[in-house]
């Protein structure tokens, strides 16, 4: 089984051939991506090496753009009657590797 370990949105993901990942929003011209590979495993072989992996190529498809859950942030000072409430909506794209080589 080969997979590897992206650098995607500031995260570390797992991926292998067919995985759906959903990254941080991402700007992609003609609907494909690379994304850096930090290690990369085929079968028994571990590659960890910097020199090695700039030549490896994740590439995958971008499927869509999404938005997820709503995060409420509430602030509150004890006694002084400040009360605010705000709401956050991360902008996200969702990705399916299609190759590593």
Not at 8 to 28: C, F, H, P
Not at 47 to 63: G, Q, R, S, Y
């Amino acid at each position: 089984m080969v997979y590897a370990v992206v650098r995607a949105g500031g995260r570390q993901e797992k991926v292998s051939v067919g995985t759906i990942v959903t990254l941080d929003r991402i700007k992609a011209e003609n609907g494909k991506i690379e994304l850096p590979a930090l290690l990369l495993v085929d079968g028994d072989k571990v590659t960890t090496d910097a020199a090695v992996l700039a030549k490896v190529k994740v590439t995958a498809e971008v499927l869509g753009d999404l938005r997820g859950p709503k995060i409420i942030i509430q602030h509150y000072k004890n006694k002084t009657g400040y009360k605010r409430r705000m709401g956050f909506r991360a902008e996200l794209t969702r990705v399916k590797v299609t190759e590593i080589k």
